[in-house]
């Protein structure tokens, strides 16, 4: 590991009287062990490491990336505000370089969150990590931001969030979909035609093991970051790999999320899922902790860790050496593969069927990107759900190119109302978010 | 009768009170070296042609403690860490005599590796080879499940004179915290008790029967025999001493900001409704951060006698101070000559005074009234500065539930109590730049020791149960007994609030003074699987907490307009 000892800020706020329901995964006890662990280790009277209180993210906070039906106060409870505000407060240290790096340990999580909002799935209600780089360019000006996804299940949410914008790198390693919620995630989702290559998926086979992963991180993940040269790396730090989660089924230890959070430095962490709250989280979170601050975490091990019982066979490891060469060619041709996808047209669409699964929702979405050489492209989407309600929304990407805003613009101007319940104009560049 | 008494650096104060009354007060010089003369020399002098049988107690708030490990007279500690996972034993390590073993429990006091009795008694053997006399053993959560701890002592326990076990330090969350208190509670055990079997014998010589205590970090006080096994119980008692005085002189219930502002420091308490505020975890003393129950006290480098001078074109006040003020014939100009050059104060020489000022006005051209503003101004804004942050800090603290993030209790000072030698100088301009008016209490040059002789015993108590286990701990009071499946939230309070009791009234407390309060109150529903609800872990605090004897009735201090 690294020898330099940095400065960490922590910012954690547990939810203790917050849950989806008092047996649900997503529940009051989740973080406990993990706050005994921590404190029991004393980590808040090190030196280099400083515990912040979260502060709240705003309902214009969310708007700035998501459009929610019918709004954003009804989407949400007062513990989301924390937890995205809990991230931004992260985000908010390392650009102020209070900290050298952050780790926002909070919960609810968000990473399951889409563009568009009905309500609750994968435990997700609004998208923490979106709304933190979307502040983050809202206040600091345009940042090229990488958000490496951690967690177990693929971040469907945050790719639809970052599907159209090439200046978030978004890659996501999981467990593969064939195998677990939500069932997506596959190398050939690889970013809208405006960000072809700037989102990357990495499904790893069940029992991947700590090898894997490292294996992924160092001959994939790194090399891409390097080329990419982010101006920030976040990390969308699920802890639900690891052997002993009740609802995943790979092979990742403490030791091996200490080590990837080493090598990868992320600038921020925002925890994501992990739901073995008692065997798991509180070494893990320890690991990472340490880990970030620079401090020796090779001590850090789960009382029952015992690496040979869980390595992964050698038919998983020449899966993943071939997994990770074939992803790495598609990142390599990325560019020569958009005229393919493109096709000469002015326009492209995709249609999807979106299931909340916390919230028993159903959505039906068309959604149009116009094709541009400037800017993510505008985007627009008609989308309805079977809580009745029927949206249409006009998105201007940030950076936008003064055609995408003139014609969304236009777009939103002309379009009539008609069947929609509501419309809604988002810009990011101008922070404008209108309803009618 | 109560009598108290405050060992100081260089003073010894004792008071007499009669019916809460002061009736008598006494000062003698304080031989560090030997303290015990000091307290026989000042209880003699306040006793002078009192009743002895009117007695009802005496209070000692001493620096036994604190000089011991200020000044390093310490005794060496065996210490035997079972560590388990988490961070490198290079960081836990304290001193040279640390010994790591191979045993430990988790998060949840679930034993997850037992004692190895041959690698313990061997540590043992090392210890007695190496000519040391006292252990501390010290668990990672043992307050979880004291029996991995108790199980080492009960292997070695014959061949020392004295073991501190880490889960009777305190019920708080901190393994590196529990290392250095039980390693300081073990390094001072001589020193203190031999302190203590003094005071007794001498008490035995005089013919009062009255109870002797001491006087804690936190504000309370323990009876001494009592107090005889917790020996860092009593460390930093003055700054305590000083926060109790206050409140004792100002009976105050208001949240409230106390400055103390002496010749070299200036320390910051703050209070609650009255009640002085609790370090979270434990004080820290000389680098070491304990568990050790203490007020929350702040001491910035600045009081009336810091030196006053220009570095680099900056006026510069403190942390270090030369001698007396030069109104007093010190070397320096100090805070105090600004005062008296500036008309403030009518206290020692002021041509001295302003000469002094004058000697550094020539840096910016100033004149001397221009440059005893000046420095007066720094003075009051750097001490401004430094309660505003404290009150930042406390009002930022992390809380860990929505509903405190929403509805969390704000500390909102209405007044600020100002004592020490500039207070009365510095009061009008302080009030002001904080924003609420001050007051100054009456017979502050005795406010420790008559603050020791009115504070009430205190003390505190964890209770964890955890029904999955079926076991309910009090890590304090080394309990650790079998519950029933259905043990509730109820059930756990009845039973903290009953030890409580008991704890408090063994350790000298009235009945009249047993103002209790549940400070922590956690349910959690322990799931596993896919919901099944194994059980319930359930997490109780609670303590008497710091204020004032019953049948005191001052009436609360007005304060100035």
């Known amino acids: ?436 | 009768m109560i009598v108290g008494i405050d060992v100081g650096g260089t003073h010894t104060d004792a008071v007499l009170l009669d019916n809460f009354e002061i009736k008598k007060t006494a000062k003698v010089l304080t031989d560090r070296e030997n303290l015990i003369k000091s307290l026989i020399e000042v209880t003699e002098e306040i006793f002078e042609g009192e009743d002895p049988g009117e007695l009802e107690k005496v209070v000692l708030s001493t620096t036994i403690s604190t000089n011991a490990i200020v000044q390093g007279k310490t005794d060496r500690v065996g210490m035997i860490l079972a560590a388990g996972p988490g961070l490198s034993s290079e960081m836990l390590r304290i001193n040279e005599d640390t010994h790591f073993i191979s045993g430990y429990v988790n998060h949840r006091g679930i034993r997850v590796a037992d004692t190895d009795r041959g690698e313990v008694a061997g540590i043992g053997n090392i210890f007695k080879k190496e000519g040391i006399d006292h252990v501390g053993i010290v668990g990672k959560f043992s307050t979880r499940n004291p029996g991995l701890e108790t199980e080492i002592g009960d292997i070695i326990n014959d061949r020392f004179r004295h073991i501190s076990f880490g889960h009777r330090m305190s019920g708080n969350l901190s393994f590196p915290r529990r290392i250095a208190t039980t390693y300081l509670n073990a390094a001072i055990w001589d020193t203190y008790n031999a302190f203590v079997k003094n005071v007794m014998e001498y008490v035995k010589h005089t013919k009062t029967t009255a109870p002797i205590y001491i006087l804690k970090a936190d504000g309370g006080t323990s009876e001494i025999s009592q107090s005889a096994g917790y020996p860092v119980g009593s460390i930093l008692s003055g700054p305590a001493a000083s926060v109790m005085g206050i409140l004792s002189l100002t009976n105050g219930s208001k949240d409230a900001v106390a400055l103390d502002i002496g010749g070299t420091t200036t320390d910051i308490a703050i209070f609650a409704g009255g009640t002085p505020l609790l370090e979270p975890l434990g004080v820290t003393i000389e680098g070491h951060k304990t568990l050790i129950r203490g007020l929350l006290t702040r001491s910035i480098g600045i009081g009336g006698d810091s030196r006053v001078r220009y570095e680099d074109g900056r006026l510069v006040i403190g942390p270090e101070r030369d001698g007396p003020a030069a109104a007093f014939g010190g070397p320096s100009p100090t805070p105090t000559d600004a005062m008296i050059a500036l008309g403030l104060t009518n206290i020692g020489n002021l041509d001295k005074a302003l000469k002094a000022v004058k000697e550094i006005a020539g840096v910016k051209n100033y004149s001397i009234e221009e440059m005893a503003k000046e420095m007066f101004d720094l003075v009051c804004r750097k001490i401004i500065s430094a309660v505003n942050e404290m009150l930042r800090e406390i009002n930022n603290k992390p809380v860990y539930t929505v509903h405190e993030i929403f509805e969390g209790k704000k500390i909102k000072p209405e007044v600020v109590y100002i004592a020490g030698g500039p207070a009365r100088p510095m009061a009008p301009y302080i009030d002001k730049m904080l924003g609420f008016p001050s007051c100054i209490p009456e017979h502050a040059e005795v406010a420790n020791a008559i603050g020791a002789a009115l504070a009430r015993t205190t003390t505190e108590l964890t209770l964890l149960a955890d029904t999955e286990k079926g076991e309910m701990t009090i890590a304090e009071e080394g309990i650790q007994t079998g519950i029933p499946r259905g043990f509730t939230r109820e059930d756990a309070i009845g039973i903290c609030e009953d030890k409580l009791r008991e704890r408090a009234l063994r350790m000298g407390a009235q009945e009249d003074d047993l103002d209790m309060e549940i400070i922590e109150d956690q349910v959690f529903n322990m799931v596993r699987g896919m919901g099944y609800t194994a059980g319930k872990n359930i997490r109780i605090k609670a303590q008497v907490k710091p204020g004032l004897i019953a049948g005191f009735k001052k009436e609360e201090l007005n304060v100035r307009r």
């Not at chain 1, 960490?8 to 649900?24: E, K």
């Not at chain 1, 780089?133 to 206040?139: G, L, N, Q, S, T």
């Not at chain 1, 925890?271 to 990472?288: D, F, K, R, W």
């Not at chain 1, 505008?378 to 190119?401: D, E, K, W, Y």
């Open chain 1, 1 to 436: 590991m690294s020898e330099d000892k940095k400065k960490t800020g922590l910012i954690f706020f547990p939810a203790f009287d917050w849950a989806i329901s008092p047996t649900h995964p997503e529940r009051e006890e989740r973080l406990l062990y993990t706050q005994d662990q921590v404190f029991e280790e004393g980590l808040l009277d090190l030196d280099n490491i400083v515990e912040f209180k979260p502060g709240l993210a705003t309902i214009q906070d969310i708007n700035r990336i998501h459009i929610c039906a019918p709004d954003a106060q009804s989407v949400i409870t007062q513990s989301h505000l924390i937890s995205a505000g809990g991230a931004i407060t992260a985000a908010e240290k390392v650009m102020q370089k209070e900290v050298d790096n952050a780790f926002a340990l909070v919960r609810p999580p968000g990473h399951h969150a889409m563009r568009i909002v009905h309500g609750a799935r994968g435990f997700c209600n609004i998208n923490i990590e979106a709304i933190m780089v979307e502040y983050i360019r809202h206040k600091y000006g345009p940042r090229k931001i990488a958000v490496i996804d951690t967690d177990c299940h693929h971040g469907d949410g945050s790719q639809d969030i970052f599907w159209h914008d090439p200046n978030t790198l978004y890659i996501s390693i999981h467990q593969d979909g064939r195998t677990l919620y939500p069932g997506s995630g596959f190398p050939d989702e690889f970013g809208g035609p405006n960000a072809l290559g700037y989102t990357i998926n990495v499904p790893l086979p069940p029992n991947t093991s700590d090898e894997g992963f490292l294996f992924a991180l160092d001959n994939l993940i790194l090399p891409i970051l390097d080329e990419f040269k982010p101006d920030l790396i976040i990390n969308s730090a699920g802890q639900d790999n690891h052997y002993s989660d009740p609802i995943t089924n790979m092979s990742f230890s403490a030791q091996g999320y200490a080590i990837l959070n080493d090598r990868l430095s992320p600038d921020i962490a925002v925890l994501e899922g992990g739901y073995s709250i008692e065997t798991a989280l509180p070494y893990v979170n320890v690991g990472i902790i340490l880990a970030m601050a620079g401090i020796d975490y090779s001590h850090v091990t789960e009382p029952d860790y015992d690496p040979d019982a869980i390595r992964q066979t050698p038919q998983t490891s020449r899966h993943i050496e071939q997994q990770v060469s074939y992803i790495y060619n598609l990142w390599k041709n990325r560019e020569s593969q958009r005229a393919g996808v493109v096709k000469g047209g002015e326009y492209a669409r995709r249609d999807k069927s979106i299931f909340y699964d916390t919230d028993g929702i159903s959505e039906h979405q068309e959604e149009t990107v116009r094709i541009c050489d400037e800017c993510g492209g505008l985007v627009t989407v008609n989308s309805r759900a079977s809580t009745g309600n029927r949206i249409f929304a006009v998105m201007i990407p940030g950076q936008s190119c003064p055609a995408c805003r003139k014609k969304g613009e236009e777009i939103f101007e002309s379009t009539n109302k008609g069947s929609y319940n509501y419309m809604y104009f988002q810009d990011r560049d101008r922070d404008i978010f209108l309803v009618k």
